[in-house]
């Protein structure tokens, strides 16, 4: 018996992949339609029960409506400029490779060196809660609304929303993990997937553990965990169900917002060591430089994500205490 899952033949990035005229719609894509009206209706829904009333101003449709196209159209802009800049390297080698800090002008550009459309392919989630936070602030100043309780209200949706991107990322057989002897481990057969000599002898072992039949192929595919399925479990579902849970009962504005932002670190953080590094990155940190990105040696391996994850677990820590504290001051002023 087989102790891994084959990725399934008939999931394609297409949608219609035999369509000629329609191959440019993609699932990640449409994921992504999904989760921004996901978080709209759950916006919408805490607007109902009173989440951003204060008395004087009740939201309006034209509000939510502007309030989450400022945040999305920064947030698209955050994740595409994070993504070319930190994740992409530049390969002199690669004819096809582009340096975006000497041209930034193509971070936008939807086409490759060979005018081929590729869209605007990779986006960092990072650069997105960035660009999405300045969207909310810029928003909120120009309309004088109070930050933290909408930034609040916001977060009850983007949890669940979210969820549906990392799906799209497992329907494009990306952002998979490491190797594993799981039996839940997937092959992804795309032909970016990292493939190992059978002449090697830990190859040899890995594949006796899993009962695969290594003896006819010239390179080997193993088993991955699908990293992509455990973020939308527990950095969407679990988070959305913490938040949606504590939404009636926060202490004070923002207490929401500062729970996503640690609850996303943590969780990301965690699963950080089972999904494969970016192979031109490889680990920030490192206890064993050569270490390899394919399977985890070592907790102190530290990748990109890993390190932008931490920072936002000290950001959300200090935000709640500097929140809170405020929060106290004007009770006591109150009183």
Not at 43 to 69: H, M, P, Q, R, W
Not at 277 to 302: M, R
Request: charged share 15%; with cysteine; glycine share 8%.
């Amino acid at each position: 018996m087989f102790l891994y899952l084959n990725y399934p033949s008939w999931i394609t990035p297409e949608i219609f992949p035999n369509v000629k005229f329609l191959s440019l719609l993609r699932w990640y894509g449409l994921m992504y339609v999904f989760a921004f009206v996901t978080a709209y209706f759950i916006l919408k829904k805490v607007t109902k029960e009173g989440a951003l009333d204060n008395g004087k101003y009740k939201a309006t449709e034209d509000d939510l409506f502007s309030f989450i196209g400022t945040g999305i159209l920064f947030l698209l802009i955050g994740a595409r400029v994070a993504s070319t800049l930190i994740y992409q390297r530049y390969d002199p080698s690669d004819p096809a490779s582009i340096n975006y800090w000497t041209h930034p002008w193509l971070i936008f550009w939807p086409f490759d060196k060979q005018m081929h459309f590729t869209g605007f392919a990779g986006m960092s989630y990072h650069g997105g809660f960035v660009g999405g936070l300045l969207g909310m602030i810029i928003w909120c100043k120009k309309h004088k609304q109070p930050i933290a309780k909408w930034v609040d209200a916001m977060v009850c949706g983007i949890p669940l929303g979210f969820t549906f991107g990392r799906i799209g990322n497992f329907l494009n057989g990306e952002l998979y993990g490491r190797i594993t002897t799981m039996p839940w481990g997937m092959t992804f057969n795309v032909p970016y997937s990292e493939r190992f000599s059978p002449a090697e002898q830990w190859v040899q072992d890995f594949a006796a553990k899993i009962n695969m039949d290594i003896s006819t192929l010239n390179f080997v595919n193993f088993p991955r965990h699908p990293s992509q399925l455990y973020e939308a479990f527990f950095e969407g579902i679990v988070l959305w169900l913490i938040i949606w849970l504590l939404r009636k009962h926060k202490k004070f504005d923002g207490m929401l917002g500062c729970i996503y932002t640690f609850g996303y670190g943590l969780f990301r953080f965690v699963i950080e060591y089972f999904r494969k590094p970016d192979t031109e990155i490889g680990y920030v940190i490192a206890k064993d430089s050569s270490a390899p990105i394919y399977t985890n040696t070592s907790l102190l391996n530290i990748s990109t994500g890993q390190i932008l994850c931490f920072l936002m677990i000290l950001g959300s820590i200090a935000a709640y205490i500097i929140l809170w504290r405020k929060s106290l001051k004007a009770a006591d002023n109150k009183a």
